[in-house]
């Protein structure tokens, strides 16, 4: 059974609260594996995005204001300026929105007493269950300094990489947009002007006119049904990716296509092993990190065999062990991983894979539209010939008929 991401709350034998995520099958089990890490739940529900970072959509926060925070806020730990004093600083020096009214009210909290960790727990959904836990952690053993400058490297490599993938895709994506709308206007507005000039004539259409001819008639008499099957598809692809299982089963669609695997599974690796490195370097377990690393990947695949992996581990197997039921992993990554372990240094390790892989990524990435442009050119020629042969082999006929 696939499994699923649960936040958890719970007491431990010293009294004290600590939040933080886990992998199960079910509730239940997630319940079971609370208690199994010494601790009475308080708390367990299923975190559908709780291990991610939100990326810039309106009404919340975008990664580069999280990562100039995150900088920022390291500069005023490291100079001992109170927090409060340099949050409201902060606060002061952004322009009026929702970020804004974020850092206020942490800095608000945190005047009255809050710890910083706590005082952003009141704004998980907007920054994150990873950040947070990995800002308690820090907190709790005093590196937070450390810590917060590597969180807002780890941002700021993140928002470049996406920067860069979204320059990669938008000449295909502008290509292909500008194919359809010449398509859909030849289909459906000028073959059928030329159809009816041919039926006149009585001409024995070739197949590829009689279907053009077809389609370009239910474009114009049934567009609403087009236009209800495309929201019902966007609809049904959103509701299955929201589900675990939906999920899971397209992200292994999306693996089988051979170049975007490569692509996937180097983003995938490079912010695993970046959480997982700053996860540790703050002072959280093992088992917590590579929870809270899995579900900041964004890959469904990965955070299936990384839980997988986790159980073993919590079963007392060694890490470089239980990596072998890490396929996802490629082959050097689970060597320096298993490397850093038997070195005692896994966060300098953690952060040679996602130097490794940062590199690789961004070669495949910068090459992705030279890969895209031959079969782009392919498909479009094979699009315009079967148009060209609907429109000009019944001309070819009728012109043998004049003559």
């Known amino acids: 059974m696939t499994a699923l991401a649960y936040e958890f709350r719970g007491v431990d034998k010293a009294g004290d609260k600590r939040d933080g995520?886990?992998?199960?099958?079910?509730?239940?089990?997630?319940?079971?594996?609370?208690?199994?890490?010494?601790?009475?739940?308080?708390?367990?529900?299923?975190?559908?995005?709780?291990?991610?970072?939100?990326?810039?959509?309106?009404?919340?926060?975008?990664?580069?204001?999280?990562?100039?925070?995150?900088?920022?806020?390291?500069?005023?730990?490291?100079?001992?300026?109170?927090?409060?004093?340099?949050?409201?600083?902060?606060?002061?020096?952004?322009?009026?929105?929702?970020f804004k009214d974020i850092v206020t009210d942490i800095a608000r909290r945190i005047d009255s007493g809050e710890q910083l960790a706590q005082a952003m727990d009141a704004h998980r959904n907007d920054l994150g269950l990873v950040y947070i836990q990995t800002v308690r952690a820090a907190e709790r053993t005093g590196s937070l300094s450390k810590v917060l400058d590597h969180l807002s490297d780890m941002l700021e490599r993140g928002q470049e990489t996406l920067q860069m993938v979204r320059s990669a895709l938008m000449y295909p994506v502008c290509i292909v947009g500008a194919l359809a709308l010449a398509l859909l206007f030849l289909i459906g507005f000028v073959v059928p002007r030329f159809s009816t000039m041919f039926a006149q004539r009585g001409l024995d259409l070739p197949f590829f006119t009689r279907a053009l001819m077809a389609f370009g008639g239910s474009i114009q008499h049934f567009w609403w049904a087009y236009l209800i099957a495309i929201v019902a598809a966007i609809l049904t692809l959103r509701r299955t990716w929201a589900n675990p299982k939906g999920r899971l089963a397209i992200d292994r669609m999306l693996h089988r296509v051979p170049y975007l695997r490569s692509i996937l599974i180097g983003l995938a690796v490079s912010r695993f092993a970046r959480?997982?490195?700053?996860?540790?370097?703050?002072?959280?377990?093992?088992?917590?990190?590579?929870?809270?690393?899995?579900?900041?990947?964004?890959?469904?695949?990965?955070?299936?065999?990384?839980?997988?992996?986790a159980a073993r581990i919590r079963n007392g197997s060694r890490l470089g062990d239980a990596l072998g039921d890490c396929a996802y992993l490629p082959g050097f990554a689970r060597r320096m991983l298993a490397a850093g372990e038997t070195s005692g240094q896994m966060p300098k390790m953690c952060e040679v894979v996602a130097r490794h892989y940062d590199r690789e990524t961004?070669?495949?990435?910068?090459?992705?539209?030279?890969?895209?442009?031959?079969?782009?050119?392919?498909?479009?020629?094979?699009?315009?010939?079967?148009?060209?042969?609907?429109?000009f082999l019944p001309m070819w006929d009728m012109v043998k008929l004049v003559g």
């Open 275 to 309: 959480v997982l490195g700053v996860s540790l370097a703050a002072g959280l377990g093992l088992i917590e990190s590579l929870e809270l690393a899995a579900g900041a990947s964004g890959r469904p695949s990965l955070a299936s065999d990384v839980g997988r992996m």
């Open 21 to 98: 995520i886990t992998h199960a099958a079910s509730k239940v089990e997630a319940y079971r594996k609370v208690q199994a890490m010494g601790l009475t739940p308080l708390m367990v529900r299923q975190a559908a995005d709780a291990g991610k970072f939100k990326f810039g959509r309106r009404g919340r926060i975008r990664n580069k204001d999280l990562a100039h925070f995150t900088y920022q806020l390291g500069v005023f730990v490291s100079s001992q300026i109170p927090l409060g004093q340099g949050l409201q600083t902060i606060a002061e020096q952004e322009p009026e929105g929702r």
């Open 362 to 391: 961004t070669h495949l990435t910068k090459n992705l539209g030279t890969v895209i442009e031959p079969v782009l050119i392919v498909g479009i020629a094979g699009v315009v010939l079967v148009v060209a042969l609907a429109i």
